[in-house]
């Protein structure tokens, strides 16, 4: 039997709606992953909050949301930082070294990728090829793209969009 | 039934179809080593171990989760298969501590004995292993992710026997974990405290939140006066710390607690006849009225915690009635420390239980005297008293027989069948039946509302009343008959619940299985066999009903007046309430 009235429902109605579509057909969980790319979509993570809405409204524990979320690479479960820090892994960035590039942002920031810093400003992604493979290896930081980057300029790259933000508060 | 003929080793054997080629080996004498298979759930293929040689297929097949095929040839064993399943064995030692000098499941360990049975010797591997943190600030459990090697028991225990669904695998790779959702503490997730992970699990990534070394301490201290009390079930399965099945050890049991240096050795049993005589009471005022039925039992903390997470709305028809652990202990410190003259203070005051949740059931403010502090201080699992037993030397199996004191020593058979399934609703029948009617049933045994199976019916017939019951163990089935009654498919009067498979005899706190046989956790042979000698203990009693045990109306008359009375309600009850997060129905 489904009791969901001591749920606070904050996800949005259109998931809502969708979720009851789903409590209709046959398996309902089957519909789990459909669920939560609706979730992302909307709100680009999956927060702890709206798994539990979704478990509670789909009627499938909340231990096997949070195992489908963290077992599939797209999912995330913490919001982009303020400047989303996107390094191409595409061949032609990946010969060029993007991997070292990468683990010098990991070093830096202390997050892995899909991962956001705790003052919420820097979050990591690793993306398929940008198709400005001259530049390589490229990182775009936001709509901002920069090209022949090595690791040793990280830190350099990191200080110049602190001090950016800093200037714009 | 289509009959299967296959080859197994030098074996022809006919089997009916849809047998795995597992349990057709076991048929044959030839038992597959396995690590992640457990007859009573779900099978899930999790670790490899248990693979085969079947002629004419390319790769070696899983014997758990592969059937027979008509004329199958099948090897269980070749110098190949050996070698593939200790390569396989080793991984998974190459990932884990190996810290058994040291681990709790030391001896008894399913992946220790595998590990040596299938003959991996030394092992000099030294790269990198996965490494979480210990769980260990929990009130009840402790997880120890670091020696888990992800057979995925408790997560199909918990799901399938408990309807829980409290664990799940998370991540993938290096990283992969099981765990609550949101890799929450035990303590903040939906977890029942049951501790029936503990039970299957293989090795010790589960085990006992340990209060012995508390109990060490104050049985030390001068200034303590040290109380004990033993559950129901614990006599039946203590001796299996020395290898003895099904065997009443009460009286063995008391003499090692006097040896251990308790000052006043009590019985939970007592608690429990007085739990019949508040809850009868309790009941019969209800359907009196007719209202508030049907009445919810309340002895079992994996239940209540169950109810108070995912049912809370049936929280006005549980029995207001404490556990008889509860009501012992809170006697211990208000009715026996005014009759010893001992400020409750200075009592320690501790229960020997077969069960995990105890230990939460303990700490709950509910549980606390108004002065502040709680009515029991520790909470031991029999696995912790047979350690405590063994390390202080003590030779149990030649221990004569010893006593429990007085005032809250004498019990009933009635409370010795509250250790087992329908134990508790047949001892309240016997006590009903006796207020309601006024005479003695004339046949004290229930066998109606006896069964190891997890959900029973039954209608008892009183005064041209029918009583409607229930009696519901694993909380899989809990869901089911509370289910019923929320549609309104079916009425009940009262209903039995326990949280543990078969009742107290197989809770989360018993002896782990024996090792080195080929025995799984919950064996229902040794559950059964536990039964039974609380079924013995009942009929051997010449008191059964537990209204007319001596010492209990000894201690209505001089202290609690009568069931229900203001100070039997302000001491023996407790109350409820809804808990977070609450669990998916
Ligand atoms: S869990 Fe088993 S194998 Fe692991 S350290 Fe403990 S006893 Fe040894
Ligand atoms: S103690 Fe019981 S409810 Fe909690 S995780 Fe283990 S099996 Fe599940
Ligand atoms: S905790 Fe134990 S039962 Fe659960 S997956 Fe790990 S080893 Fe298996
Ligand atoms: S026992 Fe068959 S796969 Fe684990």
């Known amino acids: 039997m489904r009791d969901i009235t001591h749920l606070n429902i904050t996800l949005d109605k259109s998931i809502v709606d969708y979720i009851e579509e789903c409590r209709q057909k046959e398996h309902p969980e ?46 995330r479960l913490k919001p982009k930082g303020k400047y989303s820090i996107s390094i191409c892994m595409g061949t032609a960035c990946f010969v060029k070294g993007a991997d070292l590039v990468l683990q010098s942002f990991k070093n830096e920031l202390g997050i892995d990728i899909k991962e956001t810093t705790s003052d919420g400003l820097f979050s990591l992604e690793g993306t398929r090829c940008l198709g400005v493979c001259a530049l390589a290896p490229v990182v775009t930081i936001n709509d901002e793209v920069f090209g022949n980057v090595t690791p040793n300029q990280v830190p350099e790259i990191l200080i110049k969009v602190k001090s950016i933000d800093k200037q714009a508060q | 039934m289509n009959m299967i003929n296959l080859k197994i080793d030098d074996f022809d054997i006919q089997v009916p179809e849809g047998t795995t080629i597992m349990q057709a080996a076991d048929k044959v004498g030839a038992h597959v080593p396995r690590l992640c298979y457990h007859p009573y759930l779900s099978t899930d293929g999790a670790c490899r171990i248990c693979i085969v040689e079947v002629e004419g297929y390319r790769n070696f097949v899983a014997s758990c989760h592969t059937l027979v095929a008509e004329g199958m040839k099948v090897r269980t064993n070749s110098a190949e298969l ?19 000098l040291t681990c709790d ?26 490494r979480f943190p210990i769980e260990k600030d929990n009130t009840a459990i402790v997880r120890d992710a670091e020696k888990c090697i ?61 209060h012995y070394d508390e109990v060490f301490d104050a049985l030390s201290n001068p200034k303590k006066h040290v109380v004990v009390q033993v559950a129901p079930a614990i006599r039946v399965a203590i001796a299996e710390g020395w290898d003895i ?65 995912f049912y809370p709305e049936m929280i006005p028809y549980a029995s ?114 006796l207020k ?23 209608t008892i017939k009183i005064n041209g009343m029918e009583l409607n019951v229930a009696v519901a163990n694993g909380l899989a089935n809990a869901r089911k008959i509370l289910d019923k009654i929320q549609s309104g498919e079916k009425q009940f009067h009262i209903i039995e619940l326990m949280a543990c498979p078969g009742g107290c005899v197989a809770g989360g706190g018993q002896p782990h299985q024996p090792a080195e046989q080929f025995v799984y956790p919950l064996d229902t042979h040794i559950i059964s066999q536990r039964q039974a000698a609380i079924y013995s203990i009942d009929s051997n009693k010449s008191i059964r009903i537990s209204a007319e045990n001596p010492s209990i109306k000894k201690i209505y008359k001089e202290f609690l007046k009568k069931p229900g009375s203001e100070i039997a309600h302000n001491l023996l009850h407790t109350t409820y309430s809804e808990k977070y997060p609450r669990g998916v129905k």
């Open chain 1, 30 to 75: 089957s519909y789990l992953i459909a669920v939560l790319h609706k979730v992302q979509g909307i709100y680009g993570f999956l927060s702890e909050d709206h798994m539990y809405e979704v478990a509670h409204l789909l009627g499938v524990p909340t231990s096997t949301v949070y195992g489908v979320a963290t077992f599939y690479h797209f999912f």
């Open chain 2, 105 to 130: 499941r030391d001896g008894n360990c399913e992946l220790q004995n595998l590990s040596y049975r299938l003959g991996v010797r030394d092992r000099l591997f030294a790269g990198d292993r996965k």
């Open chain 2, 150 to 210: 992800l057979c995925r028991r408790c997560v199909r225990v918990c799901a399938e026997v408990q309807g829980v669904y409290n664990l799940s695998q998370m991540y993938r790779g290096f990283t992969t974990v099981v765990a609550p959702a949101f890799e929450s503490k035990m303590d903040e997730s939906v977890c029942i405290m049951c501790g029936q992970c503990i039970n299957v699990c293989p090795t010790a990534a589960f085990s006992e939140k340990s």
């Open chain 2, 436 to 458: 309601l009617t006024g005479k003695k049933p004339e046949n004290l045994d229930f066998y109606d509302v006896r069964a190891i199976e997890g959900l029973k019916e039954a």
């Open chain 2, 82 to 100: 050996r070698q593939t399943r200790r390569d396989l064995t080793e991984l998974l030692l190459d990932n884990h501590p190996r810290a058994c």
């Open chain 2, 245 to 309: 099945l099904g065997v009443d050890a009460t009286g063995k049991t008391v003499e090692a607690l006097r040896r251990l240096g308790f000052d006043a050795i009590f019985d939970t049993n007592f608690g429990a006849d007085l739990t019949i005589m508040e809850e009868a009471n309790e009941l019969i005022n209800r359907i009196e009225k007719n209202e508030k039925l049907p009445l919810l039992t309340s002895c079992s903390p994996g239940w209540i915690n169950f109810m108070e997470h």
């Open chain 2, 320 to 433: 207001t009635c404490k556990s008889p652990m509860q009501m012992t202990s809170t006697l211990v410190k208000t009715y026996y420390a005014q009759k010893k003259g001992i400020d409750p203070k200075d009592i320690y005051s501790v229960a020997i239980m077969p069960c995990i949740a105890k230990k939460y059931e303990a700490g709950r403010q509910e549980h606390f005297a108004p002065e502040g502090y709680p009515y029991t201080d520790a909470v031991l699992t029999t696995r912790e008293l047979i350690w405590m037993i063994k390390a202080m030397g003590i030779d149990f199996v030649n221990l004569p027989d010893s006593d429990f004191d007085d005032p809250l020593g004498e019990s009933t058979g009635a409370a010795a069948i509250f250790g087992t399934t329908g134990g508790v609703m047949e001892a309240a029948l016997r006590t009903a039946i």
